[in-house]
């Protein structure tokens, strides 16, 4: 057994459980796959999928396999990676999602830097769900991101907490401080951020404990285009507080509150359970869990 039998068992499970699709991605052969699923089988003395007809299905065992091949190939691409860029050992490569990007990273960065300034730092800001196909993949160390990852493969540790703020446009119906019944809420008109972003993940959430529900007239990954939408008077958003300080300290939209409702979320450092961290890595993590007590908290004004 070899960890090139591993990668083939997995492409075959990430190909719906076809040897086809398999040997099309690895560029092998259609036989010299089903070779290996056999050898894989014999030298374990299980059955890792049914045949049923010209269809595979994967069996418990399969399952078993498939936990442990995916951290053991993991593992394998990282000690890869780490040996042939050896001379290249200070990168770290972190991503974050769209609103901790734009608001935190940089002076995360800054600040981690003046602490090892021979260390790099490559840095990937992108909707949640892309970061953790990454991590998975291996081309990120780790992410900050704005909710809990949905893979088991990966584990998420809060290090932070933040609130979501309701913005109306400043010359509409309501006013600075108001409050809103969720019926007069639910009634408005939403501009949202995109499906699989943590902000929109929070907002659906919150929505969903309170029996509520409403179907967006905008979905953007840009925060400063919807908060421009507000300003024309198109509906109202739910943001990140820290994030639209700027307009409202200019008047340029107003924040309510809503009865019963509070958009709290948390933010959370993920990466895969079986990825070394290397001396870098946890020094990185360490400054982003100890930032709020050593450094100001950033301040984004936003350029509208």
């Known amino acids: 057994m070899t960890i090139r039998h591993l990668k083939i068992f997995l492409a075959v ?49 399969g399952k078993r396999l498939w936990e442990y091949a995916s951290h ?4 394998f691409d990282d000690m890869e990676k780490g040996m042939r860029d050896w001379d290249t050992f200070g990168i770290l490569r972190v991503g974050a999602s769209i609103t901790i990007g734009s608001q935190f990273l940089p002076n995360y960065v800054k600040a981690f830097y003046a602490r090892h300034p021979g260390t790099e ?16 993949s291996s081309d990120l160390d ?28 400043a010359r509409g119906r309501f006013v600075q401080g108001q409050t809103l019944t969720q019926e007069e809420f639910r ?12 902000t929109r993940e929070t907002f659906q959430r919150v929505m969903e404990e309170a029996g509520l529900s409403v179907e967006p007239i905008w979905e953007a990954m840009s ?40 958009f709290r979320r ?30 100001p908290m950033p301040r984004y004004s936003g350029l509208f």
Not at 20 to 32: G, I, K, N, Y
Not at 267 to 283: D, E, G, M, N
């Open 187 to 198: 009634s408005q008109k939403f501009l949202l951020r995109e499906p699989g972003s943590g």
């Open 142 to 169: 780790l992410a900050l991101m704005e909710g809990m990852s949905h893979s088991p493969s990966l584990e998420s540790e809060e290090y932070m907490e933040d609130h979501l703020v309701v913005i109306c446009p």
């Open 72 to 75: 053991i190939t993991s593992l």
């Open 266 to 295: 948390k933010y959370y450092i993920v990466r895969h359970r079986a990825k070394y961290l290397t001396a870098s890595a946890r020094a990185f993590l360490d400054l982003c869990r100890s930032y709020e007590m050593d450094y």
């Open 223 to 262: 925060t400063t285009a919807l908060v421009n939408a507000v300003i024309n008077g198109l509906g109202i958003t739910v943001l990140p507080h820290r994030m639209v300080l700027g307009p409202l300290s200019k008047g340029l939209v107003v924040s309510v509150r809503v009865e019963g409702l509070e």
């Open 13 to 61: 499970c990430d190909g719906g459980c076809n040897t086809t699709r398999a040997a099309e991605a690895l560029t092998m052969a259609q036989p010299a796959v089903s070779l290996a699923l056999k050898e894989l089988e014999q030298y374990y003395g299980v059955v890792l999928f049914d045949r049923v007809g010209r269809h595979l299905q994967i069996t418990a065992a």
């Open 121 to 136: 730092i490559r840095a990937v800001i992108e909707p949640s769900d892309r970061l953790e196909a990454q991590i998975l």
